[in-house]
């Protein structure tokens, strides 16, 4: 299966791939620190951020590739934006707004 077929999901300090044609689970990984998670699509990485930590996850298996608990900078939402991936939270907006003012730009 590739990862253009899988739903990505974060919830209570889990990460999990449902697959987007029967919903059914693919994988879970539950061995992130639990709290609020954010996820990002990075090529093929799923970066996932939890309580402060930052993991790197296979996004075919679930499997943490890397993780770096980001010491000194505190815990809470976090903010995740690749040039090769989009975060659901932020990144459709900012490029939607960019759409509309550079289509007015050749208007006088």
Known sequence: ???DHL???GLNGYAAAIDRETGQVVW???QMKSSYVTMLLD???LVVSTNGWIYCLDPLTGEI???NPMKG???GPTALVSVRGQSSQVVPAQAAAADAAGSGAGAT
């Open 1 to 3: 299966m590739s990862f």
């Open 7 to 9: 739903i990505f999901v």
């Open 28 to 30: 879970s990984n539950d």
């Open 43 to 45: 090529g093929d990485r």
């Open 65 to 67: 590739m890397w993780h």
């Open 73 to 75: 900078f505190g815990t």
